[in-house]
């Protein structure tokens, strides 16, 4: 911790007076003791209250499969807002994997357009893996849980946030939750109670529940969940998932 000198006015043979409009008398920066001549200065221990940055991670499509259980529409920026709080973000990141027109051209379109949603969105980036087919007609989801995975413990490695909150249920993320706190930071797990991963849950350092209480000012109208206003679709069955664990 360091301290910068504050400026000083006065004439030689006079008191001087310290005029820096960080420091507050009297808040523990400095003063000013009694005696003769222009008087000694003496400097107190300040204490210094830092924001801590945040970066959010959310598993998009695991965070709307909750929801469509839970019977809720979350307005992911607001939900965003809302987990923060008063600390700083660094940015929110949500990762998804678009579904290819050739496997349902409808959920295809209504996701595009979803997505599309965020490109003017603040300290907001989407991140997208793939949908890859599968012998037997099956498709599978690629990419989206490592390319997030990798990203909380590299952004942890480089200092750019000092909370990570981790937006998903998937049991797959414990070691990855391991390996950011290893680094020092700290890692906050969002999720609904259903269908959320037990050790996910004992392995962060904090579990915040999305309830309907807490979600009360995060939800999208009713109005807006029935009109075509682009919401995340749901894959078809066939896209192999993870499930939580």
Known sequence: MCYRPAPVTGKPGQARIFTSPSLVPGDGSQ???EGPGNGVFRHKATKLLLVPKVAIFIDGSNLYHGGKRANLRVDVQKLARKLVGDRELVRTYYYAAPVPQEMNPAVHESQARFLASFDYADYFEVKLGRIEPRPGGRWEEKG??????????FFAARNLYEVAILVSGDGDFVHTVQAVKDLGKHVENAYYRE???R????KCDKFIELTDDYLKNCLRPKREA???????PEPPAEVE???PQ
């Open 226 to 232: 029935a009109a075509a206003t682009p919401v995340p």
């Open 195 to 197: 269908g959320h991963s």
């Open 241 to 243: 998932g993870t499930a």
């Open 31 to 33: 003063e000013m003791t």
């Open 144 to 153: 989206v849980d490592a390319q997030l995975a990798t990203d909380m413990v």
């Open 199 to 202: 050790e996910l849950q004992r």
